[in-house]
């Protein structure tokens, strides 16, 4: 988050070029730029709370009943199946995590003299749903109606000021992430991005959903939900990294601005500060 501290820094900090219009002086965009550069000199860390959910649900009916205990109530995966070992098996899981929130930081814990934004409750909720619908439905890639279903259960079991942020369905895929209102107020630069990679390669029975936001105008954050092939073979596995590798090369995000100033390319995978992925493959 951008806030400044009023104090000065210890470090030397180098030098930053800055273009010029040599009838006019430095312009708009280079100033806009070389104050980017030096976001370290004035910035505060923040820590959030963010709780990240995959669930395959099947297609099963009744299951955005299971949604409030489960998701919202509970912490870590469900009680249920956490004898499975979810790397190898289908499934839920849910894992809630502080996140330190500066330009490039990787760190979390519980240092007490960087401030939590918005206390105790959760800062972002991000859920990721597997095969809404069947698969097998011939109305699969126009049935919208199943992210209104999913919307009103979570909506129904978060506390009623959350705000929602991006909603985003690819057939049987949805992303859904909502903020806290303290959190909601710092979120900038929303691009959701969905690559198909099922049926003839690009249908949307499998492929991923991907969605970026920028908090506090320093840390960019991308959830990516994903469906991919399934299978022991090594065709199928062939066809995971190829599904992995479409994801990764044809999504590309909208140009983050700044202040008004537009970058000149859009970002792609691996280039946020924190990356979430919520995944499954399936026998469909």
């Given at each position: 988050m951008t806030a400044s501290d009023g104090a000065s820094t210890s470090q030397q900090s180098d030098p930053v070029e800055v273009e010029q219009d040599l009838a006019n002086g430095p312009t708009h965009y280079s100033l806009s730029r070389a104050l980017?550069?030096?976001?370290?000199?004035?910035?505060?860390?923040h820590?959030?709370?963010?709780?990240v959910g995959s669930w395959n649900v099947a297609a099963c009916p009744g299951t955005d009943k299971d949604l409030a205990g489960w998701f919202v109530d509970g912490r870590g995966l469900d009680k249920s199946i956490t004898k499975l070992d979810l790397h190898d098996q289908g499934g839920k899981g849910a894992e809630e995590?502080?996140?330190?929130?500066?330009?490039?930081?990787?760190q979390t814990g519980e240092d007490d003299s960087v401030r939590?934004?918005?206390g105790a409750e959760?800062?972002?909720?991000?859920?990721?749903?597997?095969?809404?619908?069947?698969?097998?439905?011939?109305?699969?890639?126009?049935?919208?109606?199943?992210t209104s279903k999913w919307?009103?259960?979570?909506?129904?079991?978060?506390?009623?000021?959350?705000?929602?942020?991006?909603?985003?369905?690819?057939?049987?895929?949805?992303l859904l992430m909502y903020a806290s209102p303290e959190v909601a107020d710092t979120i900038t630069n929303v691009s959701t991005v969905s690559v198909g990679t099922g049926l003839l390669g690009y249908m949307g029975n499998k492929g991923g959903v991907s969605s970026r936001i920028m908090l506090g105008e320093t840390t960019r954050?991308?959830?990516?939900?994903?469906?991919?092939?399934?299978?022991?073979?090594?065709?199928?596995?062939?066809?995971?990294c190829w599904d992995y590798g479409r994801i990764?090369?044809?999504?590309?995000?909208?140009?983050?601005?700044?202040?008004?100033?537009?970058?000149?390319?859009g970002e792609k995978l691996g280039d946020e500060d924190f990356g979430f992925g919520l995944a499954t493959s399936t026998t469909a």
């Amino acid at each position: 988050m951008t806030a400044s501290d009023g104090a000065s820094t210890s470090q030397q900090s180098d030098p930053v070029e800055v273009e010029q219009d040599l009838a006019n002086g430095p312009t708009h965009y280079s100033l806009s730029r070389a104050l980017l550069a030096r976001k370290d000199e004035y910035v505060r860390r923040h820590r959030i709370r963010v709780k990240v959910g995959s669930w395959n649900v099947a297609a099963c009916p009744g299951t955005d009943k299971d949604l409030a205990g489960w998701f919202v109530d509970g912490r870590g995966l469900d009680k249920s199946i956490t004898k499975l070992d979810l790397h190898d098996q289908g499934g839920k899981g849910a894992e809630e995590r502080d996140v330190s929130e500066t330009s490039g930081s990787s760190q979390t814990g519980e240092d007490d003299s960087v401030r939590l934004v918005g206390g105790a409750e959760i800062g972002l909720y991000v859920l990721g749903l597997q095969e809404i619908i069947a698969l097998n439905s011939i109305s699969q890639y126009a049935d919208t109606s199943a992210t209104s279903k999913w919307q009103a259960a979570l909506e129904a079991a978060m506390p009623p000021y959350y705000k929602l942020i991006t909603s985003q369905q690819l057939s049987g895929l949805l992303l859904l992430m909502y903020a806290s209102p303290e959190v909601a107020d710092t979120i900038t630069n929303v691009s959701t991005v969905s690559v198909g990679t099922g049926l003839l390669g690009y249908m949307g029975n499998k492929g991923g959903v991907s969605s970026r936001i920028m908090l506090g105008e320093t840390t960019r954050m991308v959830f990516t939900n994903c469906h991919l092939a399934s299978g022991h073979d090594q065709t199928n596995l062939d066809r995971r990294c190829w599904d992995y590798g479409r994801i990764m090369a044809q999504t590309q995000f909208a140009p983050l601005n700044h202040g008004g100033i537009l970058e000149d390319e859009g970002e792609k995978l691996g280039d946020e500060d924190f990356g979430f992925g919520l995944a499954t493959s399936t026998t469909a």
